[in-house]
């Protein structure tokens, strides 16, 4: 390998120069390991290991270990030095600092990410950058110039080494030596043992911690930087990841964030680019070269030599690469699923009754009681215009109950014999806030067709003949408008609240975030009717923030509520309390008492009049009938 270095070799001008091959190799100065690259034919007679380093700079017997070209004293920057730390071999530092170019060149690394490092030509150590600095690290090479023993000894400063060492009985001491190459070699003094330390054969774990501490200065250092870079990065994406799933797992309290829209949509691009254009390989980058590290160590360590156990190593370190590696893309993209369905499981313990509201006009109603068998439900749109005497037919005027929508139940009584069935409609008036109960003679066959086969009606050329049925009114009462100042809507006769209910119109999102109250108090006396106090206090609990697991006050009893089960949003499920009895057979369902209906009714039919009037289709997921 050339380099290019600006100085010349000493014999460059004659043919013997030893890249062309023209000089035998015994005519070319060896470096003894013993004392650094001086030749051993002409060794100084000083008993220092450093002092004879000096001594042979200066007589110009020391040869570089990179060049072959002889050490020689002066100021200026072709002088300058590099010493190992380890074997105390000195060479130019303009050699080491080629020699550290060229062997960097073709990193795929940018400096910035990775430090670039470069081992000792001697014993292979590896360390960073090398800087022409003194003996003792503590001046810059272009500083010793103005000092006065530069001459006498070249590289080195004026101040004392002070490098930490121990002495041949293991006391650790600092190095009172003036600027010196090679070892520190310390002197016992009146406080050490009067016989030196015998080290004893060092054991497996001695050895490996001797040959782990043999690159301690290079591969350990880089390993601690590049982990501590994957730490932060990483520490940065789960503080990011956490917000990140709140964000998508919790609508009704990040309104702003929805699915591609504002915000959401913004984070979303952000993630797509950033992310995955360069924060992934950023991080594939970094595991790369940690796992390339962490294997050279390994085999080090553990003096593996065949080349199946190096086989055998990759593999886990490529296992555990990749799972840290996939870490950022299961936390972003699976972690709003996850938290969806953890903080929707439970969401329905103690209301035993589940509504599937696959459709907008038909639901399937299942109790978690074997006694009480599946049943539909069917919520139709009805058109029946009210005639006053005496007014014309062209009066804009719209009369309670001309408009309604009408959910009809059929389901098996409880207290009726040989199972018989019970019919009973719910009427919900929406522009004049109206409710009231039916009981039917017969199935509403007529309101389960117009809820199923709504859109074929204008594409049949004849329709069906209805039986008129018996209406019978049960009670009616009324349910409070809402907005976005008064969010929770009321059904007074009943005590019963709907929070965020103006959510629940407005936004898809907000949908199985519904809790349904009934204000127990009142019904301590006759009539039920709540008291000023007692309304106050069940306004805060509807005012409260969605959480699946917080008890409400005793005496608001969540008697309904909106869910979405599964990893992420899927269908809206309503879950409703029922009405218990006990038997000799144990815990027996009545059912779903009749006035609970009528918060679902009002549910269904805001859900399936925002369906109508072009805010549903592709906004709420619905689809009329099957």
């Not at 049943?375 to 309670?400: C, D, F, R, W």
């Not at 019919?423 to 008036?429: F, M, S, T």
């Amino acid at each position: 390998m050339k380099f290019s270095w600006s100085a010349s070799r000493s014999n460059s001008g004659s043919s013997d120069d030893p890249e062309t091959g023209d000089v035998a190799l015994q005519n070319i100065p060896r470096q003894s390991h013993d004392s650094g690259g001086h030749n051993r034919d002409a060794e100084s007679p000083s008993p220092d290991h450093g002092e004879r380093i000096l001594q042979e700079i200066r007589t110009g017997r020391y040869t570089c270990t990179i060049c072959l070209d002889p050490l020689t004293p002066g100021t200026t920057y072709e002088h300058s030095l590099w010493a190992c730390l380890s074997c105390h071999t000195v060479t130019h530092f303009r050699c080491a600092k080629s020699w550290f170019e060229a062997s960097n060149q073709n990193s795929i690394l940018p400096s910035l990410l990775v430090p670039r490092i470069w081992k000792c030509p001697s014993c292979q150590l590896e360390y960073l950058e090398p800087r022409a600095r003194c003996w003792c690290l503590k001046h810059a090479f272009g500083s010793l110039a103005t000092m006065e023993n530069n001459t006498d000894r070249p590289n080195a400063c004026t101040e004392r080494c002070e490098r930490v060492r121990s002495c041949v009985h293991g006391v650790e001491k600092n190095c009172l030596k003036i600027c010196h190459p090679g070892p520190c070699n310390m002197p016992c003094d009146a406080g050490c043992a009067d016989a030196p330390i015998v080290r004893r054969t060092p054991g497996r774990w001695a050895r490996l911690r001797a040959r782990v501490r043999q690159r301690e200065t290079g591969t350990l250092r880089f390993l601690a930087f590049m982990l501590g870079l994957l730490f932060l990065i990483y520490t940065l994406l789960g503080v990011f990841c956490f917000w990140h799933v709140r964000w998508w797992s919790q609508p009704y309290r990040y309104t702003e964030w929805r699915s591609f829209d504002g915000v959401g949509f913004a984070e979303c691009m952000f993630l797509l680019l950033v992310g995955v254009c360069f924060i992934m390989p950023a991080i594939g980058i970094l595991l790369f070269g940690i796992g390339k590290k962490v294997l050279e160590v390994g085999v080090l360590a553990f003096n593996v030599k065949s080349r199946e156990a190096r086989y055998a190593g990759l593999l886990p370190l490529v296992l555990i690469g990749a799972g840290i590696w996939m870490l950022p893309i299961i936390g972003f993209a699976g972690g709003p699923d996850i938290a969806w369905y953890n903080q929707m499981k439970d969401t329905c313990n103690g209301l035993d009754t589940r509504i599937a509201m696959y459709t907008s006009g038909r639901f399937e109603v299942k109790s978690l009681f074997s006694n009480v068998p599946t049943y539909e439900m069917y919520l139709g749109s009805q058109l029946k215009p009210v005639l006053e005497p005496g007014v014309g037919n062209n009066t804009n005027a719209i009369h309670p109950f001309e408009t309604f929508q009408r959910l009809s139940i059929s389901r098996p009584s409880s207290s009726s014999p040989n199972s018989e069935l019970e019919h009973i409609a719910i009427d919900i008036d929406i522009p004049h806030h109206l409710y009231r109960i039916m009981h039917l003679n017969t199935s509403d066959i007529e309101n389960a067709y117009l809820a199923t086969y709504y859109k074929h009606i204008s594409s049949l050329t004849t329709l069906p003949t209805f039986h008129p049925i018996s209406e019978t009114l049960i009670s009616n009462g009324t349910f409070t408008p809402v907005n976005a100042t008064e969010k929770h809507m009321l059904i007074p006769e009943l005590n019963i609240g709907i929070s965020n209910m103006h959510d629940f119109i407005s936004d898809y999102a907000q949908e199985p975030f519904v809790k349904i109250y009934q204000n127990l108090a009142p019904y301590s006396r006759s009539p039920p009717i709540a008291s000023l106090s007692e309304k106050e206090a069940f306004h805060a609990t509807l005012s409260e923030d969605w959480d699946s697991r917080k008890m409400p006050n005793w005496e608001h009893e969540v008697v309904m509520r909106t869910a979405s089960f599964g990893h992420g949003r899927q269908r809206l499920d309503v879950c409703v309390r029922e009405d218990e009895e006990v038997r000799e057979g144990g815990l027996r369902s009545l059912g779903v008492y009749e006035d609970l209906w009528i918060p679902f009714a009002v549910l269904a039919s805001y859900r399936q009049r925002m369906y109508e009037i072009g805010e549903g289709s592709g906004v709420r997921g619905l689809k009329r009938g099957d």
